[in-house]
């Protein structure tokens, strides 16, 4: 006969703590900026009058070069947001597949983004016309990764604390 396992004989994972609490604290407020900043380009993408310009067949292709622009900085914010979500459930239920999921969204970023710089300075050297390109998601994800992937590779409370039960 087997007995009736406790509470104390179960084995626990570590609580969510220290530097792992800061970090996953700093991936949400990540994302809600993202996402608070996605307010006025998502709006600006909406408007049917805006749209009618940009995709009018006379228009300078600096209209379209900023929409592409703008766009591009609308999907991977979702993308950010949509991955943040994820990763919090995978947080809440402890899943070992967290450490590999972060690390492989935070490289996802950090792809994407220098991807969408790259891909808007060609575009703004193609069309002849100089276009400020904002950099600061650019920096936002190369800070991100060079903190957040050794970190998740390394760090022996995720390793304890994210496993199989």
Do not use: K
């Not at 009018?56 to 943040?84: C, D, E, K, L």
């Not at 950099?135 to 304890?160: E, H, K, N, T, W």
């Amino acid at each position: 006969m087997t007995e009736p396992t406790t509470r104390s004989t179960q084995r626990q994972s570590p609580r969510i703590g220290g530097c792992l609490l800061i970090a996953l604290i700093c991936l949400v407020a990540w994302a809600l900026a993202t996402a608070i900043a996605m307010r006025d380009p998502l709006e600006m993408m909406l408007e049917w009058e805006l749209l009618a310009v940009f995709a009018r067949a006379g228009t300078h292709g600096w209209y379209r070069t900023v929409i592409v622009m703008v766009g591009a900085n609308v999907m991977i914010g979702a993308f950010i947001v949509a991955g943040t979500g994820w990763l919090t459930l995978l947080a809440a239920r402890r899943s070992a597949r967290f450490n590999v999921h972060v690390q492989a969204w935070l490289g996802a970023i950090l792809a994407m983004r220098t991807g969408a710089y790259l891909a808007s300075d060609y575009m703004t050297h193609a069309i002849g016309i100089d276009i400020a390109i904002p950099f600061d998601g650019l920096m936002q994800a190369i800070v991100a990764a060079a903190l957040g992937i050794p970190y998740f590779r390394v760090s022996r409370r995720v390793r304890r604390t994210f496993v199989n039960r």
